[in-house]
């Protein structure tokens, strides 16, 4: 698989557009998997998948083959949901956000998987009050599972940062949850 992405990303360089719907299509639910949950809009996250793949196709001769594609798709669309969070106005969680969190763990089992209603009512509950840069990092690392080295490329923070904004998104949500009545 890695041969055959290396080879795509290759073909693609040299403009090859059949080659790159392969990308897209393996990458656009990582793409929107973190503008869904760094914007907690549908509509928005759409947007952004997109822009993120016009921005690909527009810079592929820039790609560095020496790191992880993924990581470089995830450093632009991360600066292009910052950039979104900066222009406009503050994300306030609405009181149906915490009820629907409330069924979400009383009734939740291995077996249920969460719909994108539910993770922006989660998301937008748990990050009220959060920066953009903390809610990127606490989205990389917590929700989509990436190692502090990763985070680190794609944000260009450095280690410390990385922990510093990590650390008070936790205790900003722990503090929210403790609001809601969870320990």
């Not at 969070?85 to 306030?92: E, T």
């Not at 509950?125 to 809610?135: N, T, V």
């Amino acid at each position: 698989m890695a041969q055959t992405e290396n080879e795509c990303i290759r073909q693609c360089q040299l403009g090859d557009k059949e080659a790159f719907r392969w990308v897209v299509h393996t990458y656009q639910r990582m793409v929107f998997s973190l503008a869904l949950k760094m914007l907690c809009d549908e509509e928005e996250a759409k947007d952004i998948v997109q822009d993120t793949f016009l921005r690909a196709w527009q810079r592929i001769r820039d790609y560095d083959s020496k790191k992880a594609f993924a990581s470089w798709l995830y450093t632009i669309a991360s600066h292009l949901c910052l950039d979104r969070l900066k222009s406009r106005k503050h994300i306030v969680s609405l009181p149906e956000d915490a009820a629907t969190l409330r069924n979400i763990v009383a009734s939740f089992d291995s077996q249920h998987t969460l719909e994108n209603r539910e993770w922006v009512s989660i998301v937008k509950l748990m990050a009220e009050g959060l920066s953009p840069k903390q809610r990127l990092v606490f989205t990389l690392c917590q929700l989509e599972g990436l190692s502090s080295s990763e985070v680190e490329q794609i944000t260009g923070l450095d280690a410390r940062q990385v922990k510093s904004n990590l650390y008070v998104a936790r205790q900003t949500i722990r503090t929210r949850l403790k609001q809601l009545g969870y320990e």
